[in-house]
Nanobody, 123 residues
């Protein structure tokens, strides 16, 4: 599985950026995680094959994730960027293995990651 990311860069607080990630076919969960400097990787947003979206509380209302099924690409529109949004952003693709995990009442997914793209927000 190959994930190709683009769109990172440097902006001032209050600015906007849009990240893109091209991956395998639709019907699976894709999303974005980020790793701030000196911290662990954290969840940002995800979108299911059916279009359901979930956001972390820190980006809700400022970021929007979307999906273009024709070219198997997801986007993360980031508005009102803050210094705290600085970090390396990783595209994530959750591959459904088809194995049912009874304790969680869900399938087991295998995570695939992009190479990461740097987002820097500074004055």
């Amino acid at each position: 599985v190959q994930l190709v990311e683009s769109g990172g860069g440097s902006v001032q607080p209050g600015g906007s950026l849009r990240l893109s990630c091209s991956g395998p076919g639709s019907g699976n969960i894709m999303g974005w995680y980020r790793q701030p400097p000196g911290k662990q990787r954290e969840f940002v947003a995800k979108i299911t094959g059916g279009g359901s979206v979930t956001y972390s509380d820190s980006v809700k209302g400022r970021f929007a994730i979307s999906r273009e099924k024709t070219n198997n690409t997801i986007y993360l529109q980031m508005n009102s960027l803050q210094v705290e949004d600085t970090g390396v952003y990783f595209c994530n693709f959750k591959q459904n293995t088809g194995e049912w995990w009874a304790p969680m009442k869900d399938y087991i997914y295998l995570d695939h990651w992009g190479q990461g793209t740097q987002v820097t927000v500074s004055a």
